[in-house]
C-alpha cells in the first residue's frame, strides 16, 4: 500500500530534549516535506527536499533540522524543543514539487513542556 | 496582504444544499493549485486539482479566476460527510523548486 508513515504520532517531552520524528515513503518520491499545523495558522512548511542530499528552509524552519541521506527517508530533528514547537506536524511526499499531489504521513503531535 | 487567503467559517448548511467557497492568492504568476480536505486533525487529503480555467469531479466542481487571483470550491448536494476543513494550496517556485504555500481552511458543517 502507497503510504507515508511517522513515527511517534503522539509525543510529550521536556524542553532541551533533543528529539526525531521520522518519516517514511515507499512511493520512490522525489520530494518531501515537514509542516507544522497551529489553530489560526494552518499549515506552514518547516523544510522540504527536493531528493537525496538536497534540502531547503520552507517558512518557519528555526529550531528544526532534517536531513535527506535516502530517498524513501526525511527525518525531522528538534535539537533542542521549546513549548512554542508544541504543534501537530505532518510529513509529506509528492513525485515532483509543483503540480503533483502531496501525500500526507498521518501527523506527530507533539507537546512541549 | 496574506498569501493565501481563505474565509475560516464555519459555514452551516442543510444536507442537500449548494455551498461555494473562495480561496485569493496573491502572486499572480501561481500555475497551479489544489483543494485539499481535512477531517478533525487528521491528515489532509487531496479534493482536486485545479490546472487551466477549472475542473469538475462528481459533486464537487473547482474554478479559477486568473484575472481576479481566487479559486472557488463548489459542492453541490451537501452531504453530512463533506462536513470537513477545506484547504486551499498554491505552489509557489522558489529558487530551483516550489513550496507550498497554505490557507488557513474553511470550516464547512453540514446539517441534518
Known amino acids: 500500500e502507497a503510504q507515508v508513515t511517522q513515527n511517534p504520532r503522539y509525543l510529550i517531552t521536556v524542553t532541551g530534549k533533543k528529539l526525531t520524528v521520522t518519516c517514511s515513503q515507499n512511493?520512490?518520491?522525489?520530494?518531501m516535506s515537514w509542516y507544522r499545523q497551529d489553530p489560526g495558522l494552518g499549515l506552514r512548511q518547516i523544510y522540504y527536499?527536493?531528493?537525496?542530499?538536497?534540502?531547503d528552509k520552507g517558512d518557519v524552519p528555526e529550531g528544526y533540522k532534517v536531513s535527506r541521506k535516502e530517498k524513501r527517508n526525511f527525518p525531522l530533528i528538534l535539537e533542542s524543543p521549546s513549548p512554542n514547537q508544541t504543534s501537530l506536524y505532518f510529513c509529506?511526499?509528492?513525485?515532483?514539487?509543483?503540480?503533483?499531489?502531496?501525500?500526507f504521513g498521518p501527523g506527530t503531535r507533539l507537546t512541549v513542556t | 496582504r496574506k498569501e493565501v487567503e481563505q474565509d475560516p467559517g464555519p459555514f452551516n448548511v442543510p444536507e442537500g444544499a449548494t455551498v461555494a467557497f473562495n480561496c485569493t492568492y496573491s502572486?499572480?504568476?501561481?500555475?497551479?493549485f489544489f483543494w485539499y480536505r481535512q477531517d478533525c486533525r487528521k491528515e489532509p487529503k487531496l479534493l482536486m486539482s485545479?490546472?487551466?480555467s477549472g475542473n469538475e469531479d462528481g459533486r464537487f466542481t473547482a474554478q479559477l479566476n486568473r484575472a481576479s487571483q481566487y479559486i472557488s470550491l463548489l459542492i453541490r448536494d451537501s452531504k453530512l460527510s463533506d462536513s470537513a476543513t477545506y484547504l486551499c494550496?498554491?505552489?509557489?517556485?522558489?529558487?530551483?523548486?516550489?513550496?507550498?504555500?497554505f490557507g488557513t481552511g474553511t470550516r464547512l458543517k453540514v446539517l441534518a
Open positions: 509529506a511526499s509528492s513525485l515532483y514539487s509543483g503540480t503533483y499531489e502531496q501525500y
Open positions: 512511493m520512490n518520491h522525489e520530494y
Open positions: 527536499s527536493m531528493n537525496v542530499e538536497v534540502t
Open positions: 502572486n499572480s504568476a501561481s500555475q497551479s
Open positions: 485545479v490546472y487551466s
Open positions: 494550496v498554491v505552489p509557489e517556485r522558489g529558487s530551483g523548486t516550489y513550496k507550498y504555500i
